[in-house]
């Protein structure tokens, strides 16, 4: 048996059992839910792999929810009724930490779901962050980066080559310590089973493989942009010479989003100085940055040959990364770009409206150009009481942790996490 690896979302769970009757853990599949999950709990209905659910679901669905609690339901979603019964069971017993249910699909829009408001926390699990796999020590926390404080100087060197070793790899606990061959040709695996089983699987609507294929090239060739319909479209008739309509694309985006294969970043809402309009849709972002090189058939050779690209696929893990660190102060992760060219990569914002800035830069060399960049986007900015930025960053790659003498803190992505973790 493998030896379990601490995650983030231990804390995000733990304070969710007590604090509702029931915790919904969403993510990708072979992120680590369950596993996570059976931490907590006392014990566990496996929905998909346990041939009597289908009868009890039939019979008396309540005798699916006895145990000790927090019962896990594991792949809930492939008896979306469960829900409710989860929800009137949780308002029966009038308890906290009564359920855990995790799911790697949302369920469609035939499955209909009343709201669970007042009975489930919703926690949103991804793939292993840096911190989480060790190759970060949260010496500047988010935390820290809320309240302000400056930091102290210190080293963190890292070459270009480990960095693509990590990225090639990516995030997924099971590849912990694999070697970099086999990380590749399982993520290779992932891809290729996402196009030929789980598109089709999770709705039960048959899907071109090939299509999903050329649709999964042409997202990770745009990850970290925005990216419209209409590119997307040109892209894939470039490599099939067929065309491919956009209500396919956009059902087989749907899908993908279903299944948490793609997250993408929203752009961020706040007046400005300037008359420039805002762009309002989205920036892609896989689950994890492997799949997109894995969708692309590249290897670490490949990433360091195109250094301009590679720093798209490492712009897009720090989104990740910050994404796991954000839910630790319950902010969301946004980026600001507008019709002027003012942009930043990433905006923290927390509930009561402080935010956090950070350009993203893979190589040392461009840490002056990023810093230029956070100071402009801050300088247009029209605060109000209850919308201020704290604290202004560059993540790069490798360098010192430091902050400068304009306020700006330089940020390795080896230095970054959240306190208290391990």
């Not at 060197?157 to 070793?165: C, E, M, R, S």
Request: net charge neutral.
């Amino acid at each position: 048996m493998s030896r379990y690896l601490p995650r983030i979302t231990d804390m995000e769970l733990s304070e969710s059992l007590k604090a509702a009757g029931a915790v919904l853990l969403r993510g990708p599949k072979a992120c680590g839910k369950s596993e996570t999950a059976k931490q907590k709990a006392k014990s566990i209905l496996q929905v998909d792999r346990d041939p009597q659910v289908a009868q009890f679901m039939a019979i008396d669905p309540s005798i699916l929810l006895s145990g000790e609690t927090p019962r896990l339901i594991d792949e809930w979603q492939f008896q979306p009724r469960l829900w409710d019964y989860v929800r009137h069971e949780v308002d029966d017993r009038s308890n906290k930490g009564q359920f855990i249910l995790t799911g790697s699909s949302n369920p469609g829009e035939e499955a209909v779901l009343h709201s669970g408001a007042g009975r489930f926390i919703s926690l949103n699990m991804r793939t292993m962050s840096w911190q989480e796999m060790g190759y970060a020590d949260g010496y500047v926390s988010i935390e820290d980066l809320f309240d302000g404080k400056p930091i102290t100087p210190k080293e963190y060197k890292l070459d270009i080559g480990t960095i693509i070793n990590r990225l090639v790899v990516g995030g997924w606990p099971e590849l912990v310590g694999s070697t970099l061959e086999s990380a590749r040709r399982i993520n290779s695996s992932y891809v290729k089973l996402l196009a030929e089983v789980d598109m089709s699987r999770v709705s039960n609507i048959k899907r071109d493989p090939v299509k999903v294929t050329y649709l999964l090239q042409s997202l990770a060739r745009n990850i970290s942009t925005n990216t419209d319909i209409s590119t997307i479209m040109r892209d894939i008739k470039e490599m099939d010479n067929n065309d491919i309509s956009r209500p396919t694309i956009n059902d087989y985006i749907d899908t993908l989003d279903r299944l948490m294969i793609i997250e993408n970043q929203p752009a961020w809402n706040i007046h400005t100085r300037s008359s420039a309009r805002l762009r309002k849709s989205s920036k892609l972002h896989f689950s994890d940055a492997s799949l997109a090189i894995a969708a692309l058939g590249l290897d670490s050779q490949s990433l360091l040959n195109d250094l301009n690209y590679t720093g798209f696929v490492f712009e897009s893990q720090v989104i990740h990364d910050l994404r796991v660190y954000a839910a630790r102060v319950g902010g969301e992760v946004y980026y600001y770009r507008d019709s002027s060219g003012l942009e930043v990569d990433a905006v923290i914002q927390k509930p009561n409206g402080d935010s956090a800035v950070f350009e993203i830069k893979l190589g040392e060399g461009f840490i002056e150009d990023g810093a230029r960049a956070v100071l402009r986007f801050v300088d247009s900015i029209k605060e109000t009481k209850t919308r201020r930025i704290v604290s202004k960053n560059v993540i790069t790659g490798s360098s010192y942790a430091y902050t400068r003498p304009d306020g700006v803190n330089v940020i390795p992505v080896t230095a970054l996490g959240v306190r208290g973790f391990r």
